[in-house]
């Protein structure tokens, strides 16, 4: 781990990438993580069944560009601590040769980017320690350019990452400079919170909840605003459990119960 990582990590607020990792299942977080964990789970009972149906989604989702699109080279930003089914372990399962580079700002998974560089040996993986509210500085990036080849299509992941993009940062600005860098026919996949299905009470409860005044859930019309211009891939946007999901075998969990949208879809 590098000291200016450590010295970056400050584990006495509650961190999405460790709060995610907690809800998860995972052991990479600590009690300020667990005790804002806590105070969301009490509004959303059902939130840590929506960080799973979430990464359900990346792992279906990655792997439909994969293996029905052909997408060879994707750009994951908001990867997360790593956990069952990373992106790379999923496309790398239908070509060994695709390449992947990863893309966070939170120090803590930067400590963890060994584990996320483990590439088949065939394929290539990166991992920038950038922001993507300044998407120049990932297009820019050298890594990127080193591994990505943008003269072919790229699938762009949002994953559980936009929600964190307050409206001031102008979010729909910040995905246009990445989708204007990509080639026509690539592709993104993305997912948003909602506060749709939920009550009054839960959302009030949830506002409190929300660790840094940052959190930015979004309705289903104004997330797939943000990719105007695409063309959304069937079955269009959808909650994150729903799309797509008669390729797994568990029973679908209800809609409010997952509060959170999917979509994918190919620049023309
Ligand atoms: C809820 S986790 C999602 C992880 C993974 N994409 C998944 O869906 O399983 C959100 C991730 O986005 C990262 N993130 C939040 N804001 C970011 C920003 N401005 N730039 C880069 N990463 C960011 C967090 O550090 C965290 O790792």
């Not at 959808?238 to 969990?253: F, G, K, L, M």
Request: negative net charge; hydrophobic residues 40%.
């Amino acid at each position: 781990m590098s000291e200016s990582a450590v010295n970056r990590i400050d584990t006495t607020v509650a961190h999405p990438a460790r709060r995610y990792n907690y809800w998860l299942g995972g052991k990479d977080n600590f009690a300020a993580d667990r005790a804002n964990g806590d105070a969301v789970e009490k509004a959303m009972p059902t939130i840590r069944l929506m960080a799973i149906e979430n990464r359900r989604f990346l792992g279906r989702a990655a792997r439909f560009l994969a293996e029905r699109h052909g997408v060879r080279q994707f750009l994951d930003i908001g990867t997360g601590i790593p956990a069952p089914g990373n992106t790379h372990e999923v496309v790398q399962a239908v070509d060994p040769t695709a390449k992947i580079v990863y893309v966070d700002n939170d120090p803590i998974v930067l400590t963890h980017a060994r584990a996320l560089l483990t590439s088949a040996p065939a394929g290539s993986v990166a991992y920038l320690d950038a922001d993507l509210r300044d998407p120049r500085s990932i297009l820019e990036n050298p890594e990127l350019r080193a591994t990505l080849d943008f003269t072919q299509p790229v699938g762009l992941l949002l994953i559980a990452v936009l929600h964190f993009i307050r409206e001031d940062e102008d979010p729909a600005g910040i995905v246009r400079t990445l989708l204007d860098a990509l080639p026509a026919g690539s592709y993104v996949a993305a997912t948003h919170a909602t506060w749709e299905y939920q009550s009054a009470e839960a959302v009030a409860e949830l506002n409190k909840a929300n660790p840094d005044g940052r959190f930015a859930p979004r309705d289903g019309n104004d997330f797939a605003a943000l990719f105007d211009g695409l063309e959304l891939i069937d079955p269009g946007v959808v909650s994150v459990a729903r799309w797509r999901s008669d390729e797994e075998s568990q029973p679908r969990p209800a809609i409010e119960d997952v509060s959170c949208n999917g979509l994918v879809a190919r620049k023309p």
